[in-house]
T-cell receptor, first 112, second 116 residues
């Protein structure tokens, strides 16, 4: 069974600070996705990374896929209160890319 | 263009009752996926359906759970004789035929099932 460990589990910071959250596995994934989920809502896809070492930027968010395609990180610069939410990583094994393995998430709270 | 619609948003059932969760995919989407999010757990894949076909149900519990996606109407996830352990958020996602899940699958808002 492929597992994804996310850390930290909880993170509370002040507006304007930078932060990094991590997603680690002992297994290789063909691609890895990051989602944000707000209370009472479904996950919303932020980005997909597919190539080892790949870096993608989405405004203040920077996503990196590890060289060995076993881990990923999400860095947020100058966090805003609107960034508050549960950040989930999900890995697709080779072949059936719909059968995603999700981590438990990092719950980020950005305080004003 | 409406997104993936799930209803009800919240469902309360007594132990032993049946729960029916509905998912209407986005317009033009004929592939539906159900995931379950248990308290303190990550989302777990349950089943993948196309119109009138179950493609992969490897994540479905063997008993009491069933899913369908008829030619007309929404996809239904049915849980018979619910138990407290079935309490969870159930999410549906949809995609077009031939789409890449990576960029073209979208989740609904979920149904929160509470078994009392």
């Amino acid at each position: 069974t492929q597992l994804l460990e996310q850390s930290p589990q909880f993170l509370s910071i002040q507006e304007g600070e930078n932060l990094t959250v991590y997603c680690n596995s002992s297994s290789v994934f063909s691609s890895l996705q990051w989602y944000r989920q707000e209370p009472g809502e479904g996950p919303v896809l932020l980005v997909t990374v597919v190539t080892g070492g790949e870096v993608k930027k989405l405004k203040r968010l920077t996503f990196q896929f590890g060289d060995a395609r076993k881990d990923s990180s999400l860095h947020i610069t100058a966090a805003q209160t609107g960034d508050t939410g549960l950040y989930l990583c999900a890995g697709a094994p080779g072949g059936s890319n719909y059968k995603l393995t999700f981590g438990k998430g990092t719950l980020l709270t950005v305080n004003p | 263009n409406a997104g993936v619609m799930q209803n009800p948003r919240h469902l309360v059932r007594r132990r032993g009752q049946e729960a029916r969760l509905r998912c209407s995919p986005m317009k033009g989407h004929s592939h539906v996926y159900w995931y379950r999010q248990l308290p303190e757990e990550g989302l777990k894949f349950m089943v993948y359906l196309q119109k009138e076909n179950i493609i992969d149900e490897s994540g479905m519990p063997k008993e009491r759970f069933s899913a369908e996606f008829p030619k007309e109407g929404p996809s239904i996830l049915r849980i018979q004789q619910v138990v407290r352990g079935d309490s969870a958020a159930y999410f549906c996602a949809s995609s077009k035929p031939g789409a890449s899940w990576n960029t073209e699958a979208f989740f609904g808002q979920g149904t929160r099932l509470t078994v009392v």
